[in-house]
């Protein structure tokens, strides 16, 4: 059976009414339809033999991690996580934590200048959120869900996405608003589950008809969405229609999709284990595509593509409010909401900017980036992008 689309004048009616307080309450300015709960629970036992580890809430206080070697670099793990007090001399997780939470490119300094997206609404469709994470709560102007998103806990994607976008210490644009909506990319149960991007697409509907009734001054300048899809995706033509609206209506949207020549240029870079994030002699190729390099697969080999950081990031967990999760290896799903922030800094700057305009900023500014294996053979793999260029050439 077909599913209902929504004329666009019942997308603002079916926002509202879709969390709306009890009868003579007064609706306040901040609407959270619901405060899904925080994931404490340990994970299975996680298995030190594997190629990645999770070590996320786990208790390794009895554990022999002297013969883990490489494998402890490649972990994820939390601050709920339990060491055990004899850890291998090279192997700092407190300091790969605290590095992962620089957003990196130079963008503290920014940050301490007034670069920091202040005012500037950013949206997100993703998965269920932690409402009251320190990263972003305080700045959290909606939360929307649907589907099956309301009937879940908080999740691991939702807080994390968020906090790169703006996270307050974190994040690329910490004092950006955030407006956030809850769904599901997934149809269907059992083996008829599929990716369809109908529902995704009336959420972006949600928010160009949300931001018409919002304040000039908090309006939402950028749709972040982690999810990509392909031209035979169920609900593609309805998705890239409801971008189309999007764009029309001055909202850029950003998503993981090579097909769309305003998203194509972006990908995400790693960095040395314990390098600076804002040097640029300290980044690395990714970690889910730096075979493909050497391999000669990879897209970005003739240096085109547009790097922001990836990889040794930390981010809001779903843990609690004041919990972080180190992600060793990261991909394109954190790459769109630091784009996102990015883009929500030039709207600071220069209020009149549209992302094309954002994009041949970002594209005339970078600066190149190679890699030398062992052999000697020199692999350029893209341009790193420079914030403080970018928004200068932006301010001319």
């Known amino acids: 059976m077909k599913r209902r689309v929504y004329p666009p004048l019942c997308f603002l009616l079916a926002l509202l009414t879709a969390c709306a307080p009890p009868q003579g309450e007064i609706q306040p300015t901040v609407t959270i339809c619901r405060r899904p709960a925080a994931v404490t629970a340990s994970p299975a036992a996680p298995d030190a033999g594997a190629d990645w580890v999770d070590f996320r809430c786990a208790d390794l206080q009895d554990w022999d991690l002297g013969d883990m070697g490489e494998a402890l670099f490649a972990a994820d793990f939390d601050t709920r996580t339990r060491w055990p007090e004899d850890l291998p001399e090279d192997f700092d997780p407190q300091r790969l934590l605290e590095l992962g939470k620089d957003p990196g490119l130079g963008l503290r300094k920014l940050h301490e200048q007034g670069v920091t997206g202040k005012g500037v609404g950013v949206a997100i469709i993703d998965q269920t959120l932690l409402v009251e994470h320190q990263e ?17 806990d908080a999740s691991v994607h939702g807080p994390a996405v968020a906090s790169i976008a703006l996270g307050e ?55 972040s969405m982690s999810v990509g899809w392909m ?160 928004l200068a050439e932006l301010g001319e």
């Open 136 to 152: 972003y709560g305080d700045r959290l102007r909606l939360y929307q869900e649907y589907h099956s998103a309301a009937e879940e």
């Open 169 to 223: 210490t974190v994040g690329v644009a910490p004092e950006a608003l955030l407006y956030f909506i809850a769904d599901d990319v997934m149809t269907g149960t059992g083996a008829d589950r599929t990716r369809d991007m109908t529902y995704y697409a009336q959420d972006v509907d949600r928010l160009v008809a949300l931001n018409e009734t919002l304040p000039a001054e908090e309006r939402i300048r950028v749709i």
């Open 231 to 390: 031209a035979d995706t169920p609900g593609a033509a309805e998705m890239e229609a409801a971008i189309g609206r999007a764009r029309e209506a001055g909202i850029a949207a950003v998503c993981v999709n090579s097909r769309d020549p305003l998203l194509e240029p972006w990908m995400g870079m790693g960095r040395r284990r314990y390098g600076d994030p804002s040097q640029r002699a300290d980044c690395r190729p990714g970690a889910f595509w730096e075979e493909s390099l050497y391999s000669g697969e990879y897209r970005g080999a003739d240096g085109s593509l547009l790097l922001v950081p990836m990889d040794r990031r930390t981010t809001a967990s779903p843990a609690g409010e004041g919990e972080y999760t180190y992600y060793a290896q990261g991909g394109m799903s954190w790459v769109v909401p630091y784009v996102a922030g990015l883009y929500a800094l030039a709207c600071q700057v220069r209020p009149e900017v549209t992302f094309e305009g954002f994009l041949a900023a970002a594209q005339a500014t970078a600066n190149p980036v190679s890699i030398w294996p062992e052999e000697g053979r020199e692999y350029p793999y893209g341009r790193v992008v420079d914030p403080a260029a970018l």
